[in-house]
């Protein structure tokens, strides 16, 4: 059973009080032994104690699939990237390195990759990923558009991202401020990076534009 | 609240008490949020390309599982034809195998020794049915002989007889068979002893044919 396409994961950093409930939430699933599938990225430790929940964005150019040699990192049909298959992982890290968002880990001891599969034996059932679910400030949120305009009115779903040359779309959207979102708006990430965020503060590079066109590299 | 930016994809209507979007379970219209993609062909290449003008091997390593676990009808029609060949060229081949192999004929009938060679408890070598096949003669008492090749059947080592033990004994794993009926009784072989028929004619022993065992 596929997971529902009318709800969405929605990741809003700014709401994030860095609890870690979703990170021990996910420690405590058996679909992958006590290992947490999510973590909180800190995004300037010695100013601020902001953080961001880094889960698996679902990408509908899944860069970790691209780089497998081994052809083991399948999406399901409803968009989910999945863990790599255990038989045909050969634990090379490649999609560790290749992967923007920096989500999959591996795992040397049992020779294999494990990412977050958006709990997919929850989420293909109509429930709520577990993260989702523990989350105390919503910072992240699973249910439908209608349910994210009513409950964010000054935010914006965003799922374009630009790494350099690399645009990606992904699954998974980011909460963006509406005011600075147009239809084709983008996040360019390795802007942000450059940055020096404001106290207390998270850069959300939103670039207006075509994200799909050519850039000078 | 009327005076934000409208989402660039049109009026949402916030309220969740409205006629059949009651609560927070509302789904949107059909049209509005219907995938953009078919569902068995939800990766888009990097290149953001058709998947008509991808390279040829994206089609045999794809990263949809839909796409990945499809069978094409000619690919499976043409497994089936090429497995059904494979299992009729190989009962040909058995056929022409056991075809060639009766053409071989019996082996011959050759005389080993005569009944006074051999003591009580003692064993004597012979090969049979060629002189590659070293054979191992034994007589378990006056009027009781047995042979068996002396190839052991886990990986052809030349077994020993040990006619105190009651067993044959082979040196290179500790396999063990018995002595009167060549089955394993420890180590690693699995099968019996070849055995070779004897035939008593006077005093003269005869081995007459080989019999292969499998338990």
């Given at each position: 059973?596929?997971?529902?396409?009318?709800?969405?994961?929605?990741i809003?950093?700014n709401?994030?009080i860095?609890?870690q409930?979703?990170?021990?939430?996910?420690?405590?699933?058996?679909?992958?032994?006590?290992?947490?599938?999510?973590?909180?990225?800190?995004?300037?430790?010695?100013?601020?104690?902001?953080?961001?929940?880094?889960?698996c964005?679902h990408?509908e150019?899944?860069?970790?699939?691209?780089?497998?040699?081994?052809?083991?990192?399948?999406?399901?049909?409803d968009?989910?990237?999945?863990?790599?298959?255990?038989p045909?992982?050969?634990?090379?890290?490649?999609?560790?390195?290749?992967?923007p968002?920096?989500?999959?880990?591996?795992?040397?001891?049992?020779?294999?990759m494990?990412?977050?599969?958006?709990?997919?034996?929850?989420?293909?059932v109509g429930?709520k990923?577990m993260?989702a679910?523990?989350?105390p400030?919503?910072?992240l949120?699973?249910?439908t558009?209608?349910?994210?305009?009513?409950?964010?009115?000054?935010?914006a779903?965003?799922n374009?991202?630009?790494?350099?040359?690399?645009?990606?779309?992904?699954q998974?959207f980011?909460?963006?401020?509406?005011?600075?979102t147009?239809?084709?708006?983008y996040?360019?990430?390795?802007?942000a990076?450059?940055?020096?965020p404001?106290?207390?503060?998270i850069?959300?590079?939103?670039?207006?534009?075509?994200?799909?066109a050519?850039?000078?590299? | 609240m009327?005076?934000?930016?409208?989402?660039a994809?049109?009026?949402?209507?916030?309220?969740?008490?409205?006629?059949?979007?009651?609560?927070?379970?509302?789904?949107?219209?059909?049209n509005?949020?219907?995938?953009?993609?078919?569902?068995?062909?939800v990766?888009?290449?990097?290149?953001?390309?058709?998947?008509?003008?991808?390279?040829?091997?994206?089609?045999?390593?794809p990263?949809?599982?839909?796409?990945?676990?499809?069978?094409?009808?000619?690919?499976?029609?043409?497994f089936?034809?090429?497995?059904?060949?494979?299992?009729?060229?190989?009962?040909?081949?058995?056929?022409?195998?056991?075809?060639?192999?009766?053409?071989?004929?019996?082996?011959?009938?050759?005389?080993?020794?005569?009944?006074?060679?051999?003591?009580?408890?003692?064993?004597?070598?012979?090969?049979?049915?060629?002189?590659?096949?070293?054979?191992?003669?034994?007589?378990?008492?006056a009027?009781?002989?047995?042979?068996?090749?002396?190839?052991?059947?886990h990986?052809?080592?030349?077994?020993?007889?040990r006619?105190?033990?009651?067993?044959?004994?082979?040196p290179?794993?500790?396999?063990r068979?018995?002595?009167?009926?060549?089955?394993?009784?420890?180590?690693?072989?699995?099968?019996p002893?070849?055995?070779?028929?004897?035939?008593?004619?006077?005093?003269?022993?005869?081995?007459?044919?080989?019999?292969e065992?499998?338990a």
């Open positions: 059973m596929p997971k529902p396409d009318d709800l969405h994961f929605f809003d950093p709401r994030c860095g609890c409930a979703c990170v021990q939430a996910c420690t405590e699933c058996d679909t992958h032994r006590g290992e947490s599938m999510i973590h909180l990225e800190y995004v300037d430790r010695p100013q601020s104690v902001q953080t961001v929940p880094v889960i964005m990408c150019q899944p860069t970790c699939a691209e780089v497998c040699p081994a052809d083991a990192i399948k999406r399901t049909g968009g989910v990237v999945q863990s790599a298959l255990q045909r992982c050969i634990a090379c890290g490649n999609c560790v390195m290749a992967c968002f920096g989500v999959p880990e591996l795992y040397e001891d049992r020779r294999i494990m990412k977050c599969d958006m709990c997919y034996d929850r989420s293909s429930k990923p993260c679910t523990v989350c400030s919503q910072a949120f699973f249910g558009r209608e349910q994210i305009d009513a409950l964010r009115p000054l935010s779903p965003i374009s991202f630009r790494f350099g040359a690399q645009t990606i779309t992904t998974v980011l909460m963006v401020p509406r005011a600075l147009t239809r084709d708006s996040l360019d990430v390795a802007a990076m450059d940055e020096q404001q106290n207390r503060g850069s959300l590079k939103v670039l207006p534009g075509d994200p799909f050519e850039v000078e590299v | 009327a005076d934000l930016p409208l989402d994809r049109g009026p949402i209507d916030p309220a969740l008490n409205t006629p059949g979007r009651e609560g927070l379970t509302g789904t949107a219209p059909a509005r949020y219907a995938p953009t993609v078919d569902r068995e062909q990766t888009i290449a990097p290149n953001f390309a058709p998947p008509q003008l991808q390279p040829a091997w994206r089609q045999d390593f990263i949809d599982w839909p796409q990945d676990l499809y069978v094409e009808r000619r690919d499976f029609m043409k089936m034809v090429l497995t059904s060949a494979a299992f009729t060229l190989g009962q040909l081949w058995i056929g022409a195998h056991n075809w060639y192999r009766r053409r071989q004929g019996r082996p011959p009938i050759l005389r080993i020794a005569s009944m006074d060679d051999v003591a009580v408890g003692a064993a004597i070598g012979f090969t049979y049915p060629d002189a590659h096949q070293p054979c191992l003669l034994v007589r378990l008492s009027t009781e002989f047995v042979a068996f090749t002396q190839t052991c059947t990986l052809s080592c030349a077994v020993v007889p006619p105190a033990e009651a067993s044959f004994y082979c290179c794993h500790e396999g068979f018995d002595l009167r009926t060549g089955v394993p009784t420890a180590g690693p072989p699995r099968r002893l070849t055995r070779i028929v004897l035939d008593m004619r006077g005093r003269d022993i005869y081995a007459v044919a080989v019999e065992r499998t």
